[in-house]
C-alpha cells in the first residue's frame, strides 16, 4: 500500500463543465503521475510532476491542466469536459531513489454525458 | 519509439497449473526497466514483478516469475499454481528513463478455472 487516495472514486459530468480531481499521498514522495486507462489503449501518461509547483506534461495532456502547490496532492483538471474524457484516471507515485517504479492509486471513473 | 506488445488478448488456465503470459517490446536504449501489473475487477493496479535490464537474472516474486531474453526483447510472465485470486487482467510495462512515463501493453485477461 503506497498510501494512495484518490477522489471522487466516481464521477457524472456534463459536456462543458470543469472537473478536478484530486490524487493525495501520505508518504512525502517526490514524483506523482497521472494517467487514464481505456479500452485498447492500456494506461497513457497525461501529466506528471518531479516535485511542488513543477509539472511536465505526457503524451495525452491536450485538454487537461494539473497542478501541485504541496507535496502530497496532485490535481488534474478538465477545463471544459468532453465526451472523449470518459476513462477510468489512475495517480501514481514511485519512490526517491526507486523513481523508476511507479505504484497506483485506486482510480477514479469519470462518466462525461 | 519504444512500444510493449502483448499478443495474447485473453487466455484461461485451470486451478493448480501453470500458464505464461507473453510480451516483446521495442526500444533502442540498453538500460531500462520492465514490470508486470495485474489488475483484477476491482481496478486497483498492483505491481507483481520488476526486472532490471542489465540484471541478467530473472525475478522472481513467490509464485510469479519471468522469462527475460533481452536480445530478443521477450519478457514474459509464469504463474505457478494459479488460484482463482489471480484471475485478472495483466499488463506488461517499460520504462526507460526514471522518473518518466511507463509505457503499457493492450493487457491479456487471464481467467483461471476451478
Known amino acids: 500500500d503506497a498510501g494512495i487516495t484518490q477522489s471522487p472514486r466516481h464521477k457524472v459530468t456534463e459536456t462543458g463543465t470543469p472537473v478536478t480531481l484530486r490524487c493525495h499521498q501520505t508518504?512525502?514522495?517526490?514524483?506523482m503521475y497521472w494517467y487514464r486507462q481505456d479500452p485498447g489503449h492500456g494506461l497513457r501518461l497525461i501529466h506528471y510532476s518531479y516535485g511542488v509547483k513543477d509539472t511536465d506534461k505526457g503524451e495525452v495532456s491536450d485538454g487537461y491542466s494539473v497542478s501541485r502547490s504541496k507535496t502530497e496532492d496532485f490535481l488534474l483538471t478538465l477545463e471544459s469536459a468532453t465526451s472523449s474524457q470518459t476513462s477510468v484516471y489512475f495517480c501514481?507515485?514511485?519512490?526517491?531513489?526507486?523513481?523508476?517504479?511507479?505504484?497506483f492509486g485506486p482510480g477514479t471513473r469519470l462518466l462525461v454525458l | 519509439a519504444q512500444t510493449v506488445t502483448q499478443s495474447q488478448p485473453e487466455m484461461s488456465v485451470q486451478e493448480a497449473e501453470t500458464v505464461t503470459l507473453s510480451c516483446t517490446y521495442d526500444t533502442s536504449e540498453s538500460n531500462y526497466y520492465l514490470f508486470w501489473y495485474k489488475q483484477p475487477p476491482s481496478r486497483q493496479m498492483i505491481l507483481v514483478i520488476r526486472q532490471e535490464a542489465y540484471k541478467q537474472q530473472n525475478a522472481t516474486e513467490n509464485r510469479f516469475s519471468v522469462n527475460f531474453q533481452k536480445a530478443a526483447k521477450s519478457f514474459s510472465l509464469k504463474i505457478s499454481d494459479s488460484q482463482l485470486g489471480d484471475t485478472a487482467m495483466y499488463f506488461c510495462?517499460?520504462?526507460?528513463?526514471?522518473?518518466?512515463?511507463?509505457?503499457f501493453g493492450q493487457g491479456t485477461e487471464l481467467s483461471v478455472k476451478p
Open positions: 510495462a517499460f520504462i526507460y528513463n526514471q522518473g518518466g512515463k511507463l509505457i
Open positions: 501514481a507515485i514511485s519512490e526517491q531513489g526507486k523513481q523508476e517504479t511507479q505504484y
Open positions: 508518504e512525502n514522495h517526490r514524483y
